[in-house]
């Protein structure tokens, strides 16, 4: 008998359980998952390497290359990685829950600046992150638990902002940024959607070298919506990817950070090295929380020290110790601002040698944008449809959107781009 009542039981549970009955009959239990669609950057870099056409080239990925096209190691990175590994008190040790405290506590002078009052006035937090992406999620989750409001990320962003506010759980919204007729900022009706957000809204800014459009507002236009976000009380929350990268000048690229400090504002800000130090792979990142008064520094702390252990345990060590040792070793630090130069003053390059050659062969439409906009990215304006002939009739790879990376350009290939583009706008609408 109680055998057979056991049996029933079994039998209940299966009906009104399908995943354990699909582990019953051997069948897995993740039948019901769906396909999940590729990343659109790194599934373009597969298609590329997969091609085998000679003379494919790559603008989507979002990575430095040399004029050969390779990546291209700082010659100042070599210079520390080759310290640090010499160095007999080198090891593998766990870091603290919030990282190699040299590096956060110079990444927070990096992006606020060394003479910045709320660095002199000890009102902030810096903790070590993976990379910019996991700056942004740990910022996310902070912003849910503690001031929890909708957030608005510009349109377009960066890919990525959407799926990490999302899982976050923050409610996503977008304010309207570029403007395709100009090809340039659509600032009055930025303006007037930040206005229009509820009062107390989380505003995702990017400081430099927007991406994907490469548009950045002028300082007039920061002091602009600096305003807005002070009338409404909203939460200015950057995400600073290419300081230094985009114009080869650290300060001038973090100047935009530095004001809404200096206008009072509390605010969150995402560093990454991974462009401007190279450091693709060692996702080296900084998470800095700029607060009103030192006295809640100890509590903020506290609380992104528990969701990062409950996260990551702990960031990786090598990547922060090599760029901790440039950012704390004047020679070092120096050699990298040269270095900085080399890659922004190339990328500079080949956006005025893409638009040279397209007015040589007189493409239709205006290219001043190419030459106009800044950093890595370039927002073509290309449709959906002319970037699928791209891709398929000359072997050309860029995202969707028409953005391309002008560092996937060099002298021998900036012509062959530049006639497949002049090829599509004339004959593809």
Same mark, same amino acid.
């Given at each position: 008998?109680?055998?057979?009542?056991?049996?029933?039981?079994?039998?209940?549970?299966?009906?009104?359980?399908?995943?354990?009955?699909?582990?019953?009959?051997?069948?897995?239990?993740?039948?019901?998952?769906?396909?999940?669609?590729?990343?659109?950057?790194?599934?373009?870099?597969?298609?590329?390497?997969?091609?085998?056409?000679?003379?494919?080239?790559?603008?989507?990925?979002?990575?430095?290359?040399?004029?050969?096209?390779?990546?291209?190691?700082?010659?100042?990175?070599?210079?520390?990685?080759?310290?640090?590994?010499?160095?007999?008190?080198?090891?593998?040790?766990?870091?603290?829950?919030?990282?190699?405290?040299?590096?956060?506590?110079?990444?927070?002078?990096?992006?606020?600046?060394?003479?910045?009052?709320?660095?002199?006035?000890?009102?902030?937090?810096?903790?070590?992150?993976?990379?910019?992406?996991?700056?942004?999620?740990?910022?996310?989750?902070?912003?849910?638990?503690?001031?929890?409001?909708?957030?608005?990320?510009?349109?377009?962003?960066?890919?990525?902002?959407?799926?990490?506010?999302?899982?976050?759980?923050?409610?996503?919204?977008?304010?309207?940024?570029?403007?395709?007729?100009?090809?340039?900022?659509?600032?009055?009706?930025?303006?007037?959607?930040?206005?229009?957000?509820?009062? /107390?809204? *989380?505003?995702?800014?990017?400081?430099?070298? $927007?991406?994907?459009?490469?548009?950045?507002? @002028? #300082?007039?236009? +920061?002091?602009?919506?600096?305003?807005?976000?002070?009338?409404?009380?909203?939460?200015?929350?950057?995400?600073?990817?290419?300081?230094?990268?985009?114009?080869?000048?650290?300060?001038?690229?973090?100047?935009?950070?530095?004001?809404?400090?200096?206008?009072?504002?509390?605010?969150?800000?995402?560093?990454?090295?991974?462009?401007?130090?190279?450091?693709?792979?060692?996702?080296?990142?900084?998470?800095?929380?700029?607060?009103?008064?030192?006295?809640?520094?100890?509590?903020?702390?506290?609380?992104?020290?528990?969701?990062?252990?409950?996260?990551?345990?702990?960031?990786?060590?090598?990547?922060?110790?090599?760029?901790?040792?440039?950012?704390?070793?004047?020679?070092?630090?120096?050699?990298?601002?040269?270095?900085?130069?080399?890659?922004? /003053?190339? *990328?500079?390059?080949?956006?005025?040698?893409? $638009?040279?050659?397209?007015?040589?062969?007189? @493409? #239709?439409?205006? +290219?001043?944008?190419?030459?106009?906009?800044?950093?890595?990215?370039?927002?073509?304006?290309?449709?959906?449809?002319?970037?699928?002939?791209?891709?398929?009739?000359?072997?050309?790879?860029?995202?969707?959107?028409?953005?391309?990376?002008?560092?996937?350009?060099?002298?021998?290939?900036?012509?062959?781009?530049?006639?497949?583009?002049?090829?599509?706008?004339?004959?593809?609408?």
């Amino acid at each position: 008998m109680a055998s057979a009542n056991r049996i029933n039981q079994l039998s209940s549970h299966l009906s009104s359980n399908p995943h354990a009955a699909a582990m019953s009959s051997g069948d897995s239990a993740f039948t019901h998952v769906t396909q999940a669609p590729p990343d659109p950057i790194l599934h373009l870099s597969h298609l590329h390497s997969e091609d085998t056409f000679e003379k494919r080239i790559n603008v989507g990925v979002g990575a430095y290359r040399d004029e050969n096209g390779k990546p291209w190691v700082l010659p100042v990175v070599r210079k520390a990685e080759k310290q640090l590994i010499q160095d007999p008190k080198f090891d593998h040790e766990y870091l603290p829950i919030d990282g190699l405290k040299p590096f956060y506590e110079a990444s927070v002078r990096l992006i606020l600046g060394k003479d910045s009052a709320a660095v002199k006035e000890k009102r902030y937090v810096g903790i070590q992150t993976i990379s910019g992406s996991g700056a942004v999620r740990l910022g996310g989750a902070f912003l849910n638990r503690f001031r929890k409001a909708k957030i608005y990320v510009s349109n377009p962003t960066w890919g990525n902002h959407h799926d990490i506010f999302k899982d976050a759980e923050l409610e996503v919204h977008t304010y309207p940024y570029w403007d395709p007729k100009t090809r340039g900022l659509a600032l009055e009706d930025m303006l007037k959607s930040l206005k229009d957000a509820p009062n /107390g809204s *989380i505003i995702v800014l990017h400081p430099c070298a $927007h991406n994907p459009t490469g548009v950045d507002p @002028t #300082p007039e236009q +920061w002091r602009q919506i600096a305003a807005v976000l002070k009338e409404k009380s909203h939460f200015p929350f950057f995400d600073c990817a290419y300081q230094g990268f985009a114009t080869g000048d650290l300060d001038r690229d973090a100047s935009a950070v530095r004001y809404f400090v200096e206008q009072g504002f509390e605010l969150l800000v995402c560093q990454s090295y991974s462009k401007n130090l190279g450091l693709y792979g060692e996702r080296a990142g900084c998470l800095t929380v700029v607060l009103k008064s030192a006295s809640v520094v100890p509590q903020v702390r506290s609380q992104l020290v528990r969701l990062q252990r409950a996260a990551i345990s702990s960031p990786p060590a090598f990547g922060a110790r090599v760029a901790s040792l440039i950012l704390n070793d004047e020679t070092m630090f120096r050699e990298w601002t040269e270095q900085l130069k080399i890659m922004s /003053g190339r *990328i500079q390059t080949m956006r005025k040698l893409l $638009h040279d050659a397209l007015i040589e062969l007189k @493409t #239709p439409g205006t +290219w001043n944008h190419i030459t106009d906009q800044i950093g890595m990215f370039c927002y073509t304006g290309l449709s959906v449809k002319q970037v699928g002939v791209m891709k398929e009739k000359y072997h050309v790879y860029l995202t969707d959107n028409g953005r391309i990376s002008v560092a996937g350009l060099n002298q021998s290939n900036v012509r062959t781009f530049a006639e497949a583009l002049d090829w599509v706008v004339r004959n593809v609408n």
